[in-house]
């Protein structure tokens, strides 16, 4: 007889305080993975292997209810996130706000730049923020943009306005794996390469809210304090909020 063997990690997960959640529900159509539901007049986490521990929940949450803590749980299953969508697939055409289909009309210009006009403003390599070094000299005493993987194919200008004087890091916190290590990075940035400020750049999407929790987490962690920047950008490249926070 063959047992299934259960792996259990420590990683970050929601918790629920049952005490402050009052069951408004506004936390369920922003956790795209269905790991919410109402149950007894209650948010409640169904499944461990369903939420990502992103917490894009977080901010819909009018109570302060939920919040993110570090506990041994099972592993995040995306397989498993997708067989529990399959009925909302069937009975709608969109079951997540970040992957709903949308055709973006492009405005008609007479006049094109060469690219010899647009320059790119990048200063540096390697980006990703699993590959960047937070000791590279580029990074010390320098205006940092870290920026979502989508954002530069949505803002036209995106070198000219917002690249141009930054160290630029790129990260996706719904894809990347092990964004615990971001989190060490963006520490080593604020206290060792003392950069100046930092310019987060996310998508309208809920999961890309895990990117702005991924630095608040760094600047609870880090012994001096940093000017921080939201920008937060729609599919069409419109700028929707841009607020230090």
């Given at each position: 007889?063959?047992?299934?063997?259960?792996?259990?990690?420590?990683?970050?997960i929601?918790?629920?305080?049952?005490?402050?959640?009052?069951?408004?529900?506004?936390?369920?159509?922003?956790?795209?993975?269905?790991?919410?539901?109402?149950?007894?007049?209650?948010?409640?986490?169904?499944?461990?292997?369903?939420?990502?521990?992103?917490?894009?929940?977080?901010?819909?949450?009018?109570?302060?209810?939920?919040?993110?803590?570090?506990?041994?749980?099972?592993?995040?299953?995306?397989?498993?996130?997708?067989?529990?969508q399959?009925?909302?697939?069937?009975?709608?055409?969109?079951?997540?706000?970040?992957?709903?289909?949308?055709?973006?009309?492009?405005?008609?210009?007479?006049?094109?730049?060469?690219?010899?006009?647009?320059?790119?403003?990048?200063?540096?390599?390697?980006?990703?923020?699993?590959?960047?070094?937070?000791?590279?000299?580029?990074?010390?005493?320098?205006?940092?943009?870290?920026?979502?993987?989508?954002?530069?194919?949505?803002?036209?200008?995106?070198?000219?306005?917002?690249?141009?004087?930054?160290?630029?890091?790129?990260?996706?916190?719904?894809?990347?794996?092990?964004?615990?290590?971001?989190?060490?990075?963006?520490?080593?940035?604020?206290?060792?390469?003392?950069?100046?400020?930092?310019?987060?750049?996310?998508?309208?999407?809920p999961?890309?809210?895990?990117?702005m929790?991924?630095?608040?987490?760094?600047?609870?962690r880090?012994?001096?304090?940093?000017?921080?920047?939201?920008?937060?950008?729609?599919?069409?490249?419109?700028?929707?909020?841009?607020?230090?926070?």
């Amino acid at each position: 007889m063959y047992t299934l063997k259960v792996f259990i990690v420590k990683r970050d997960i929601i918790k629920i305080d049952e005490e402050k959640c009052n069951g408004c529900g506004q936390c369920i159509p922003n956790c795209h993975e269905g790991a919410l539901q109402i149950i007894d007049g209650k948010a409640r986490l169904v499944s461990d292997v369903l939420c990502d521990g992103l917490g894009a929940c977080l901010g819909h949450c009018p109570e302060g209810a939920i919040t993110v803590e570090q506990r041994d749980a099972e592993p995040f299953d995306e397989k498993a996130v997708m067989q529990a969508q399959v009925p909302k697939y069937v009975h709608s055409e969109s079951s997540c706000p970040g992957s709903m289909e949308r055709v973006i009309a492009a405005p008609v210009s007479l006049h094109r730049a060469p690219a010899e006009e647009s320059p790119s403003e990048l200063r540096q390599w390697p980006v990703q923020m699993h590959l960047i070094n937070p000791g590279a000299s580029y990074f010390r005493n320098a205006d940092m943009l870290l920026a979502a993987d989508c954002v530069a194919f949505s803002v036209g200008d995106f070198h000219s306005r917002y690249l141009k004087g930054h160290s630029l890091a790129i990260a996706c916190p719904k894809l990347d794996h092990n964004t615990e290590i971001y989190v060490d990075k963006l520490t080593a940035l604020i206290d060792i390469a003392r950069v100046n400020t930092i310019t987060v750049m996310i998508m309208e999407v809920p999961c890309c809210g895990g990117l702005m929790q991924l630095v608040r987490a760094a600047i609870a962690r880090a012994s001096r304090k940093v000017p921080v920047k939201q920008v937060m950008i729609s599919a069409s490249g419109a700028v929707l909020k841009a607020e230090w926070v």
